[in-house]
């Protein structure tokens, strides 16, 4: 059974960082995709990063590129999101989850995602 939990979100003031991590079980971490996505309150919930199952290739929603990287660690199944220069707009929660890389669509259950929240 898929597990993910997300952890490492809060309150930051804009131009701020915060760094996310999501620990992953219940599947074999190193053969899948993983991603992070994010939804606003009032919007529809959208992907902000992915990273290939061997890591290397990534991509980025462009509201995000030049200020969030993701990173993964197939040893400690884990997944991060290095987030720097925060903006009130990324006020958001966000979760992290296995995909398809190519069809940026989520293959597993959703976690209970964590707040981060960008605000003077």
């Known amino acids: 059974q898929v597990r993910l939990v997300e952890s490492g979100g809060g309150l930051v003031q804009p131009g701020g960082s915060l760094r996310l991590s999501c620990a992953a079980s219940g599947f074999t971490f190193s053969m899948y995709a993983m991603s992070w996505f994010r939804q606003a309150p009032g919007k529809e919930r959208e992907l902000v990063a992915a990273m290939r199952s061997a890591g290397g290739i990534t991509r980025y929603a462009d509201s995000v590129k030049g200020r969030f990287t993701i990173s993964r660690d197939n040893v400690k199944n884990t997944v991060t999101l290095q987030m720097n220069s925060l903006k009130p707009e990324d006020t958001a929660v966000y979760y992290c989850?296995?995909?398809?890389?190519?069809?940026?669509?989520?293959?597993?259950?959703w976690g209970q995602g964590t707040q981060v929240t960008v605000s003077s």
């Open positions: 989850n296995l995909v398809d890389f190519g069809l940026q669509r989520p293959l597993g259950s």
